[in-house]
């Protein structure tokens, strides 16, 4: 059986935690910043967690980890 592909997309957008957990960066951060407050833009630079719903599409793009 060959390889799986790790898609490549999917890999530059998201990490895995320590735990296995998979990171994402949140929308809305990138344009329109001055009429944002700057508690809110500070909040979007967090990084946040997928839903548990969406691991398991996610799972199959990032075979190998990422």
Sequence with gaps: MPKMRTNRAAAKRFKRTGTGKIK????YAR???GLKS???K????EPALIEPTERR???KLLPYGA
């Design 24 to 27: 994402r960066a949140k929308a």
């Design 31 to 33: 344009h329109h910043l």
């Design 38 to 40: 700057r508690k809110r």
């Design 42 to 45: 500070r909040r979007l630079h």
């Design 57 to 59: 599409r996610l799972q």
